[in-house]
């Protein structure tokens, strides 16, 4: 499902990938904060995530684009994207429909804490 557009110019223009092409994306529950997984995007899977209000996104062992949930009914539905200070990095906020990991947990994070030792503000 090519499309002839290309992402905006401006936006293009801002990012700056790895040497695949491809820029972080975190996602995020936009109403409670929540972080749920961590996905890769190049140009095409950002403009399709801008312009079609769902998650697009590129698969570094597939080797080709994924919109979440269009197996696992568990879609990930656009609510803002945002860009970060450097250009390397996209805040996805998303109501998240289901599981947001590939194992049917509600995040890729539940219960694989490391036990990081607790600082406190000095």
């Known amino acids: 499902m090519t499309?002839?557009?290309a992402l905006d110019h401006s936006v293009a223009?801002?990012?700056?990938r790895d040497?695949?092409?491809?820029?972080?994306?975190v996602v995020q529950q936009h109403d409670t904060g929540e972080v749920l997984m961590l996905g890769w995007m190049d140009d095409e899977a950002l403009r399709r995530t801008l312009t079609e209000?769902?998650?697009?996104?590129?698969s570094r062992?597939?080797?080709?684009?994924?919109?979440?949930?269009?197996?696992?009914?568990h879609v990930q539905h656009v609510k803002s994207v945002a860009l970060d200070c450097d250009g390397d990095a996209?805040?996805?906020r998303v109501d998240q429909v289901g599981a947001a990991c590939h194992t049917g947990e509600r995040t890729c994070f539940e219960g694989r804490d490391l036990g990081a030792a607790v600082g406190?503000?000095?």
């Open 19 to 25: 040497a695949s092409g491809l820029v972080a994306a």
């Open 120 to 122: 406190g503000a000095a």
């Open 90 to 92: 996209l805040l996805v």
């Open 13 to 16: 223009a801002r990012l700056t």
């Open 53 to 58: 209000g769902r998650v697009t996104f590129w």
């Open 61 to 73: 062992s597939r080797q080709e684009y994924w919109r979440k949930g269009d197996t696992s009914g």
């Open 3 to 5: 499309s002839d557009a």
